[in-house]
């Protein structure tokens, strides 16, 4: 049977804010390791981490999303690097106390992951959180056996208070 390996590559912007908080966006890998046609597969992983730093009794708000521009009516592609050819269509879901939502911009039905994080009195704080997806690959896709990747980018958006 063939198989391919399946990596997408997130890329990553960062912001900070006002009143000497700041955050900072990390993306990491995720990727499917071996497909067949004749099943579906999928993977979770966490695609970014969001880190901030509050002062002393502050609040912060942000909102990480992915540009749908590269998203085409029937899902995303993942392409051959080197040779043209036959792309594989797959999708990115936001995973949210065991429920997968369609990870977007906000809009056509899409959520984006939004946090609020909160510094008590007495210092600065450092606060994290993992943004959890599910990386799925439909079955039916006959293509070449051979490594397929994509760059999805990842926007930090902080938001007003």
Known sequence: MRSMMLLALLSFAS????QGASCTLTGRNVGVGAYTWTG??????????????????TSVSFRVGIDMLDRRADGRRLLRPLTP????????GLLDGGTRLPWGDGTGGTVTFNRTHTSGEGGLRSSFD?????????????VRADTYTDTVTITLEMLAP
Do not use: F, I, K
Not at 130 to 142: K, S, T
């Open 130 to 142: 993992g943004v959890n997806v599910m990386l799925e690959v439909p079955a039916g896709q006959m």
């Open 15 to 18: 912001s900070a804010l006002a």
């Open 40 to 57: 579906p597969a999928s993977s979770a992983g966490v695609a970014a981490e969001v880190a901030c730093d509050l002062p002393s009794g």
């Open 85 to 92: 050819g036959t792309p594989l269509t797959y999708d990115l």
